[in-house]
């Protein structure tokens, strides 16, 4: 199914706190996606994969570090905001 509706809900939370986002909107595969992110040096890619509640979690991988890690979707845009101050 297409999880566009929870990637829009998402990046307008993420915007709303602040942080700049993007959503793929070409339907490209992962790896493409993930090429790209890489290729225009974004700080963290954002794995949507279902319907996104307050409680859920998502995967968020640091384009840096390469570190990936499942976090609630409630702490999201904290944990970007601290990982991006450190920069």
């Known amino acids: 199914g297409s999880f566009k509706p929870a990637a829009f809900h998402l990046a307008e939370k993420l915007r709303a706190s602040g942080i700049s986002c993007q959503i793929d909107l070409a339907g490209r595969s992962i790896k493409s996606q993930m090429r790209k ?26 384009m ?16 970007i ?7």
């Open 81 to 87: 905001g601290k990982e991006e101050n450190k920069r």
């Open 37 to 62: 992110a890489g290729k225009e040096k974004k700080g963290f890619v954002i794995f949507v994969d279902r319907d996104i509640k307050k409680d859920d979690m998502v995967s968020l991988k640091n």
């Open 64 to 79: 840096n570090t390469g570190e990936q890690e499942e976090i609630g979707f409630g702490v999201l845009a904290e944990k």
